[in-house]
């Protein structure tokens, strides 16, 4: 039976379905970049609120692009229904139906209508899992791209948006114009400081279109920073094979995930927030010290596996910790170069969290693939990896695993084959300007280095380009990175 509105009843007696009325949702939240993490973290969070009569904070969906169109069809389709399966790692499984996304839209199709959704006086809060690319950021400058033709094209056209930059100047000069409150814009994504990026690049694009809206902006929205965490890997074939089995459910798109959920948020909101913190959202004054520890040892660890992982030809970071070099390598990686530089974080135990992390990433019932969490290396590598570097750099701390990782990426960059000669599927937007560079390395040793917007000047940086001129010689004389990580 398929899942919709109309069938809803009839898996109620199966599993856990939404026991609110969702014919009286309004759109409180409209959310940009509807993926599975998204389906796994907030939108379940608000599914829960949802259950204490809250009907004011339902989410619309939004997507920006073309390429969100198979995500369009399938929540249309279902009524904003899907399937959450928990997967445990004793090998169980839970499952429940999340109901909190009342409905969505596909820019393409209608942008007038996004923009709508957006400056409706109801709508509250604005919220962005763009992913690290999506905020249009110059890695070596730090600064908004305007480069971008996108961007450019916006600001020319004010009418006609293509970017989330575009689509929030759009309807907030609505609300301005008509004399509504602003709305919140909450960043989710895996970015340190992720609030005050999108600020900033929101405000960097609305000062080159519409100078006074950035004034306004500038005055009247808030952009809470955000910690979020929960380890959602693709959905596979397998995952609705077995609600078809379990309980006779087709569900076009389902997500899996981990049983552990974080969400710590930092509490500045102008108009208004639902109150998550009934349902376990931590909210803080500062959310610094959370994301600093997250994205550099979880989002980073993710990275130090993946990377050799795919070379070496581990299927999934499970797979990666039961190796015991690998698991070894990510751990003194975290222990002597990510943990003397992170601030003390109120309630947390370090090691006990670094245990965590450990058994998260050794969960065999997720199975999180190695080529997810290796895409869009160039966008999160800066993010996840580089800081640490950095700031080892600027201390003389300890720099030889980070720096190992980046020369395993140059070489998963030129080779795009792992060691059994298997190819690598290299998801990433700058896939052929980063083989171009790699490929370079064998005579000149930081070619790959030489992207400036990728590693801005890390290449003239003598500590580090030594360490990385004989990592990368390693790495290519041997073509083993399994044997050079026992030995580092």
């Known amino acids: 039976m398929q899942l919709n509105k109309q069938n809803l009843t009839a898996f109620a007696g199966k599993l856990p379905c939404p026991d609110y009325d969702r014919g009286h949702l309004q759109t409180g939240i409209v959310h940009i970049g509807v993926g599975g993490f998204h389906r796994s973290h907030q939108a379940y969070y608000v599914h829960q609120l949802l259950k204490d009569g809250t009907p004011e904070w339902g989410i619309t969906g939004v997507g920006l692009r073309e390429g969100d169109r198979a995500m369009a069809e399938v929540l249309q389709a279902q009524d904003g229904l899907y399937t959450l399966v928990n997967q445990r790692p004793n090998g169980t499984n839970s499952s429940e139906i999340i109901g909190s996304i009342r409905d969505y839209l596909l820019a393409p199709d209608n942008p007038d209508a996004v923009i709508q959704r957006m400056a409706h006086p109801k709508t509250k809060i604005v919220s962005l899992t763009i992913t690290e690319g999506g905020y249009n950021l110059n890695a070596a400058t730090e600064e908004f791209d305007l480069t971008n033709p996108d961007v450019q094209y916006e600001i020319a056209h004010p009418q006609e948006p293509r970017t989330v930059f575009g689509y929030l100047a759009a309807a907030l000069r609505k609300r301005k114009a008509g004399g509504h409150p602003a709305f919140t814009v909450l960043s989710c994504d895996n970015i340190q400081h992720n609030g005050n990026v999108a600020r900033r690049m929101l405000l960097a694009f609305a000062r080159h279109q519409d100078p006074e809206l950035a004034g306004w902006i500038e005055k009247e929205v808030t952009f809470p920073n955000s910690m979020v965490d929960r380890i ?209 390395t064998t005579t000149d040793p930081i070619s790959f280095l030489r992207q400036e917007s990728i590693f801005g000047d890390l290449s003239e940086q003598p500590r580090f380009v030594e360490a990385y001129t004989e990592a990368v010689r390693l790495v290519y004389d041997r073509g083993d990175v399994r044997s050079l990580m026992a030995d580092w």
Request: net charge negative; glycine share 6%; charged share 25%.
């Open 232 to 440: 959602t890997p693709v959905t596979t074939p397998e995952v609705s094979e077995y609600l078809f089995r379990e309980f006779e459910l087709e569900d076009g798109w389902p997500v899996v995930c981990e049983p552990f959920i974080q969400w710590v948020v930092e509490d500045n909101f102008v108009n208004g927030r639902p109150p998550l913190e009934t349902v376990g959202v931590q909210f803080v004054p500062d959310v610094s010290p959370y994301e600093k520890m997250k994205i550099r040892l979880l989002n980073a660890g993710h990275s130090v596996l993946g990377i050799p992982g795919a070379l070496h030809g581990h299927p999934t970071i499970d797979a990666c910790m039961r190796d015991k070099v690998f698991a070894g390598f990510m751990r003194a990686f975290m222990d002597q170069e990510v943990t003397p530089i992170l601030d003390p974080v109120a309630g947390i135990d370090l090691e006990a969290y670094k245990d965590q992390l450990e058994a998260r990433f050794a969960n065999p019932n997720i199975r999180d693939g190695v080529g997810r969490i290796c895409s869009e290396s160039s966008a999160k590598l800066p993010k996840f990896l580089q800081p640490t570097l950095r700031e080892n750099l600027r201390r003389g701390g300890e720099i030889h695993r980070a720096t190992f990782i980046l020369a395993a990426w140059c070489y998963y960059s030129d080779q795009r084959h792992n060691e059994k000669n298997e190819p690598l599927e290299i998801l990433d937007e700058r896939a052929a300007q980063l083989h171009r560079a790699a490929a370079g």
